[in-house]
Each structure stands twice: as structure tokens, then as C-alpha cells.
């Protein structure tokens, strides 16, 4: 982890970037425009075929550096080489198709700043491009401990935050490996530390990159969705072994969706026996879930039809 001198900044911005030249600059341009300006910021190009890089090549900022790994290892590993660079006290994840809005870094100084120890995580809103809010609704007031996290998370439509993480959170929690999802990270993340979230908008959320693992239609990518289904499904089981009866007792509706995910990544995956008693348990609930029924179907036939599936129905 490189060393922290006197003169470290207050927030590292961290951004992996996979095969985004046409999302990055602008992601980059939205930090770098901040007036408050305690802060670095580091890409991290995750190998990319794009020439995503160079499309930040002719940006002469001290503020900003690009860190290249060799070959495409999944976001949270570019954002725990990130992490490993980072020098400030507090590190804020913004995705390659993101922005922050004017003031956002400003905001979350004075925030942070007056955050109790206890809170490891420091959290505020996001608007899409259609003006809708992300988290929808909008968070409690005050820090939340796992309990009152996961009963707020029961009822989100839209669960995306813009978040920075306490330095120390990263001694205290193994980060996701390689092609995982951060589910887990999260849990654990909140069983040890607590986390406040603020409604003020401080991002624009971008869901309009070629290459996202969510979404449908031309934004949806089989091919990255494919490639991180084994550790994903891993991930999933997991996060139901350790966390399914506290899920079970304060967000019932996150354990579905949390048995789907495990379900739908497990058949990408080619596990058709683990897949398919997943999504029992998941239809034993919603028998009358007709997307979860094509799911189950689809994956029976195989992986390449399930992602078929899921590029339609989302």
C-alpha cells in the first residue's frame, strides 16, 4: 500500500475503467472540475482493448493518475489496486459511466468530517439521466448498523449510492476478489462498521455504457455477465450461509432476491442443480413470477439461453 505523507489528500477517487474510452473522460472531467480540491484521483484501467487510457492521456492534472493492469480481472479488483495506491483517508468508488455533480466533494468533507468513529461508510444520492433518484427511497436519517440497514434495503426499488469507505474499513474487511460482486463486502462492511446516508445529490449515475452487468437490451454485456457468473454464484451462496436468517428476520424481500441472484449466476455457471434449487426456493415464495420461471428454463437449457433471457427481460 503506498505510504501516506504528511500532505495526503483528504479523499482518493478511485475509477476502474474497462473498454470505456467514451464514458471515462467525462467521468474524469466531473472530478477534476471540483472546487474543493483535497483530493486524488486514480483510474484504474482494468485491460482494456479500447484505448480507454488514451482517452485521458492529454489531461495534464497532478491530481490525476492512471494505473494499468495487464489483463481485465473484474471491477473490484481494479478498485482494490486502486485502493492499494490510494493515499487519503477516505476513498470514494465512482463507475467509468459515472459523474459527480458540482460541489459533491465539498459536501462529503463536511460530512465526513463530523462522522462519528463508528461509521466507516459515508454515503449520498444519485440522479440517472431520466432524473430519477438512486437509493429510491430515500435513507433513514442517522447512522444505520446492520439491523436498520438491512430493513431499509428491504424496501429499496433502487439501491445504488455514492459512497466513500473509511481507509480503515480496508484492514478491517477482505475486499471481493477478482469477478465477484460486492455483496458480502457490503454485509460484512455494515456488520463491523455503521454506515449514514445523506438524499442530497452529489452524482449522476449513467446506466448508458455498452458494457454493463445490469440493464437490458444494448447496455447488457452476455459476455461480461458470463465470465463473472462462477465467482458471482460463489458470492451469493455465501452471502446466504452467513447472513440468510439475519436476511430472513429484517429483509425478507433482499432474501429473494438474493436466493434469484444465486440462482440465475449458478445456471450462467453451468450448475444446473445448484441453479435450479435456488430458484425452487425462489418460486416456492412467487410461484406466479413468470421472469423467474423463464429463468429457471432458460438456464436448464443452457447458459447461452439464460443470457439471451436476461438481455430481454433485465
Same mark, same amino acid.
Given at each position: 500500500?503506498?505510504?501516506?505523507?504528511?500532505?495526503?489528500?483528504?479523499?482518493?477517487?478511485?475509477?476502474?475503467?474497462?473498454? %470505456? @474510452? *467514451?464514458? #471515462? /473522460?467525462?467521468?474524469?472531467?466531473?472530478?477534476?472540475?471540483?472546487?474543493? !480540491? $483535497?483530493? &486524488? =484521483?486514480?483510474?484504474?484501467?482494468?485491460?482494456?482493448?479500447?484505448?480507454?487510457?488514451?482517452?485521458?492521456?492529454?489531461?495534464?492534472?497532478?491530481?490525476?493518475?492512471?494505473?494499468?493492469?495487464?489483463?481485465?480481472?473484474?471491477?473490484?479488483?481494479? %478498485? @482494490? *489496486?486502486? #485502493? /492499494?495506491?490510494?493515499?487519503?483517508?477516505?476513498?470514494?468508488?465512482?463507475? !467509468? $459511466?459515472? &459523474? =459527480?455533480?458540482?460541489?459533491?466533494?465539498?459536501?462529503?468533507?463536511?460530512?465526513?468530517?463530523?462522522?462519528?468513529?463508528?461509521?466507516?461508510?459515508?454515503?449520498?444520492?444519485?440522479?440517472?439521466?431520466?432524473?430519477?433518484?438512486?437509493?429510491?427511497?430515500?435513507?433513514?436519517?442517522?447512522?444505520?448498523?446492520?439491523?436498520?440497514?438491512?430493513?431499509?434495503?428491504? !424496501?429499496?426499488?433502487?439501491?445504488?449510492?455514492?459512497?466513500?469507505?473509511?481507509?480503515?474499513?480496508?484492514?478491517?474487511?477482505?475486499?471481493?476478489?477478482?469477478?465477484?460482486?460486492?455483496?458480502?463486502?457490503?454485509?460484512?462492511?455494515?456488520?463491523?462498521?455503521?454506515?449514514?446516508?445523506?438524499?442530497?445529490?452529489?452524482?449522476?449515475?449513467?446506466?448508458?455504457?455498452?458494457?454493463?452487468?445490469?440493464?437490458?437490451?444494448?447496455?447488457?454485456?452476455?459476455?461480461?455477465?458470463?465470465?463473472?457468473?462462477?465467482?458471482?454464484?460463489?458470492?451469493?451462496?455465501?452471502?446466504?450461509?452467513?447472513?440468510?436468517?439475519?436476511?430472513?428476520?429484517?429483509?425478507?424481500?433482499?432474501?429473494?432476491?438474493?436466493?434469484?441472484?444465486?440462482?440465475?449466476?449458478?445456471?450462467?455457471?453451468?450448475?444446473?442443480?445448484?441453479?435450479?434449487?435456488?430458484?425452487?426456493?425462489?418460486?416456492?415464495?412467487?410461484?406466479?413470477?413468470?421472469?423467474?420461471?423463464?429463468?429457471?428454463?432458460?438456464?436448464?437449457?443452457?447458459?447461452?439461453?439464460?443470457?439471451?433471457?436476461?438481455?430481454?427481460?433485465?
Amino acid at each position: 500500500m503506498t505510504e501516506r505523507g504528511a500532505r495526503a489528500p483528504l479523499f482518493s477517487v478511485v475509477v476502474p475503467v474497462w473498454n %470505456r @474510452a *467514451a464514458w #471515462v /473522460r467525462r467521468c474524469a472531467a466531473s472530478v477534476l472540475a471540483q472546487e474543493f !480540491s $483535497d483530493y &486524488e =484521483l486514480i483510474v484504474v484501467d482494468d485491460g482494456s482493448t479500447d484505448g480507454s487510457p488514451a482517452a485521458l492521456s492529454d489531461v495534464a492534472d497532478p491530481r490525476l493518475r492512471v494505473l494499468a493492469r495487464g489483463e481485465n480481472g473484474g471491477t473490484w479488483a481494479a %478498485r @482494490a *489496486a486502486g #485502493v /492499494r495506491e490510494a493515499r487519503g483517508d477516505w476513498i470514494v468508488f465512482l463507475d !467509468s $459511466d459515472d &459523474e =459527480l455533480t458540482a460541489g459533491a466533494l465539498a459536501f462529503f468533507a463536511g460530512k465526513v468530517g463530523g462522522a462519528p468513529p463508528a461509521v466507516g461508510v459515508v454515503g449520498a444520492s444519485y440522479r440517472d439521466r431520466t432524473g430519477a433518484r438512486w437509493p429510491e427511497p430515500a435513507p433513514p436519517e442517522g447512522p444505520m448498523g446492520i439491523e436498520r440497514f438491512l430493513a431499509w434495503a428491504d !424496501s429499496l426499488v433502487r439501491a445504488d449510492f455514492l459512497a466513500a469507505y473509511r481507509r480503515e474499513v480496508f484492514d478491517t474487511v477482505v475486499a471481493p476478489q477478482g469477478f465477484a460482486t460486492g455483496t458480502l463486502f457490503e454485509l460484512e462492511t455494515f456488520g463491523r462498521w455503521e454506515k449514514l446516508v445523506f438524499p442530497e445529490i452529489c452524482g449522476t449515475i449513467g446506466l448508458d455504457a455498452a458494457n454493463r452487468q445490469t440493464g437490458r437490451g444494448g447496455t447488457f454485456s452476455a459476455e461480461h455477465f458470463l465470465l463473472r457468473a462462477e465467482a458471482c454464484a460463489a458470492v451469493e451462496e455465501e452471502v446466504l450461509r452467513r447472513y440468510g436468517e439475519a436476511l430472513r428476520r429484517h429483509a425478507p424481500r433482499r432474501l429473494l432476491a438474493t436466493r434469484a441472484r444465486a440462482g440465475i449466476y449458478a445456471l450462467a455457471a453451468g450448475h444446473r442443480a445448484r441453479g435450479s434449487a435456488h430458484l425452487a426456493r425462489y418460486l416456492a415464495r412467487r410461484p406466479a413470477s413468470a421472469g423467474m420461471w423463464a429463468f429457471l428454463l432458460a438456464g436448464l437449457v443452457g447458459p447461452r439461453t439464460l443470457v439471451a433471457t436476461r438481455r430481454v427481460l433485465g
